[in-house]
């Protein structure tokens, strides 16, 4: 007698580097990369600009491009200290959507439906392996518009 196995469905791919870190992560920190609306970066492009300004690479640990599927990509890993937010760096962690400004440089909340999806999504991700960090923009921790919305409300149910 042939038993039949039963076939699993296909599990979505997994947000990229999402995983438990060896630091104690306290907040998570949301970004924009004060770029104009509607154009496009990676997290490749952001590297390479935080080089350039003498820093050993890219600050954030997540970007959320500005494509057509938001595409979430991996910057620094978790279990290094991120350079994003000035005094929380070493219980943190940071994420970046591609956008910030309206097309004459000014801070706009430029997210498409998409990106606000992606990011979503990604938080309650991370939520589920840090239940008690606190969601914040960067808005909270200085005196910039960055990321140009209330992470707060917005976030407040995750």
Not at 2 to 24: L, T, Y
Not at 50 to 72: E, F, L, M, P, Q
Not at 131 to 144: D, F, L, R, T, V
Request: aromatic content about 6%; overall charge positive.
């Amino acid at each position: 007698m042939q038993v039949e196995e039963k076939k699993q469905p296909k599990k979505e791919n997994p947000i990229p580097g999402v995983k438990k870190s060896k630091r104690i992560i306290k907040h998570i920190v949301v970004h924009c990369s004060a770029t104009k609306e509607g154009m496009d970066f990676s997290a490749e492009d952001i590297d390479r600009w935080h080089k350039n300004r003498g820093w050993s690479g890219i600050g954030y640990n997540w970007v959320v491009r500005n494509d057509a599927r938001g595409t979430i990509e991996t910057g620094r890993d978790v279990d290094r200290i991120p350079a994003h937010v000035k005094g929380i760096n070493r219980s943190s962690l940071g994420i970046c959507y591609i956008g910030g400004l309206d097309q004459n440089g000014d801070p706009k909340d430029t997210r498409t439906d998409i990106q606000k999806h992606q990011l979503r999504s990604l938080l309650k991700d991370l939520r589920k392996i840090y239940p008690e960090a606190e969601i914040s923009g960067h808005n909270q921790w200085s005196s910039k518009a960055c990321p140009c919305f209330d992470c707060k409300i917005e976030y407040s149910q995750i």
